[in-house]
């Protein structure tokens, strides 16, 4: 997605070989214009899907989810890392290890907003290692749900997340994919990963 991509290269900050930032965008700031593009890729992509659901991680997915769940007309449900006293009981819960914060936490989802029969898309801001789409699909498992595939704002095409789950037979649609963040300069990997 070319706005995507310039607006990268335009506001991202390459923090190592291993990590972009992008707060002045979509992890901190959020620019509604982009997000909303974004959402609305993401939603056309699947547009053929069935999807009944659209399934993310607080908190920086949920802003692309709110725009794709507008187009495809379906209701957002963000899994929580933190336990509410809201949250209690019925719950489906996985682990989740974050590769930016380095901490494992407990993720959950209420059994009343995930349910058998639900077609479901999975969005994140990034796609590293794979460990919060993973925790995600096995939450979508628990509730005896069917995942259409995942939609990605910014996949690391050099960490291994994109090809475990492909490998798993889902479908993931990365509106950029990051080839390189050597030297300070982000590269994109044109065309479909393999
Ligand atoms: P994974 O679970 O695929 O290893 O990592 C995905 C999660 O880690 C995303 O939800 C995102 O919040 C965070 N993340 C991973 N890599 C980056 C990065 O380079 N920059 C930022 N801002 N977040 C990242």
């Not at 379906?74 to 933190?82: E, T």
């Not at 949250?87 to 009343?112: A, E, M, P, Q, Y």
């Not at 492909?166 to 479908?171: S, T, V, Y």
């Amino acid at each position: 997605m070319k706005l995507l991509k310039d607006k990268i290269v335009e506001e991202g900050k390459v923090l190592s070989k291993d990590v972009l930032k992008v707060d002045a965008f979509l992890n901190h700031q959020i620019d509604p214009v982009i997000i909303k593009a974004i959402g609305e890729e993401i939603a056309d992509r699947f547009a053929e899907a069935g999807i009944t659901k659209i399934l993310t991680i607080e908190s920086s997915g949920i802003a692309p989810s709110m725009f794709a769940g507008l187009e495809l007309g379906v209701s957002v449900v963000f899994a929580r890392k933190s336990k509410s006293v809201t949250l209690s009981g019925n719950l489906l819960t996985s682990k989740v290890h974050s590769f930016t914060k380095n901490v494992t936490s407990d993720i959950s989802v209420s059994k009343d907003f995930l349910q058998e029969g639900d077609v479901v898309l999975i969005i994140d801001d990034f796609l590293a290692n794979g460990q919060a789409v993973l925790g995600l699909l096995e939450i979508i498992d628990q509730a005896g749900a069917t995942t259409a595939g995942v939609g990605i704002v910014i996949e690391k095409g050099f960490q291994p997340g994109g090809k475990l789950i492909r490998e798993k037979g889902i479908r993931v649609e990365s509106l950029a994919i990051i080839k390189s963040l050597e030297n300070g300069t982000v590269e994109f990997l044109e065309g479909t990963p393999t």
